[in-house]
C-alpha cells in the first residue's frame, strides 16, 4: 500500500483504519509484528505493589530503515526509536463503546515531519 511517496507497511498485529479526509483508509496488517524487549531490575514493594525498573533492550520483527518505507509500529516502539524518521504509528485514536473505530492520523517522529513539509513545499 501506499501514502503519497512512501510504501506502507503495518507491524501492528491488527489493521490500521486511518481518517483520509472524509473517508477511511485501512492499512491491512502485514503479518509481522514490531515489539520491544525490556529488562526488569530492582524490585521495590510499597503497599503490597511492585515497582520495577524497565529498560528497552531491543525490538523483535523491527526491520531496518529503507529509503522511501514508513513502517506503521506502536507508539511504544516508535518513542522507542526517535532517532528512526520511518516509524509512525496511530495518532488521536477514536474508541466506539466495544473498540477502536479508527485514527485521525499518523504520529512521526521528528525527523520524518521534517521531510513531509520538505514534500510539500
Not at 511517496?5 to 496488517?29: D, M, S, W
Request: hydrophobic share 45%.
Amino acid at each position: 500500500m501506499r501514502i503519497g511517496p512512501f510504501k506502507v507497511v503495518n507491524l501492528c498485529p491488527h489493521p490500521i483504519r486511518v481518517r483520509r479526509g472524509a473517508q477511511y483508509l485501512t492499512i491491512p496488517k502485514s503479518g509481522r509484528v514490531a515489539r520491544l524487549v525490556f529488562d526488569s531490575a530492582n524490585p521495590r514493594r510499597v503497599d503490597d505493589i511492585d515497582f520495577v525498573a524497565t529498560r528497552v533492550v531491543c525490538a523483535k520483527g523491527l526491520p531496518e530503515p529503507q529509503r522511501g518505507v514508513l513502517l506503521i509500529v506502536s507508539s511504544m516502539v516508535r518513542n522507542a526509536f526517535v532517532e528512526r524518521d520511518d516509524l509512525v504509528s496511530p495518532a488521536l485514536v477514536q474508541v466506539g463503546p466495544d473498540s477502536v473505530l479508527y485514527c485521525e492520523g499518523l504520529a512521526s517522529n521528528l525527523g520524518l515531519t521534517m521531510r513531509l513539509v520538505e514534500l510539500s513545499a
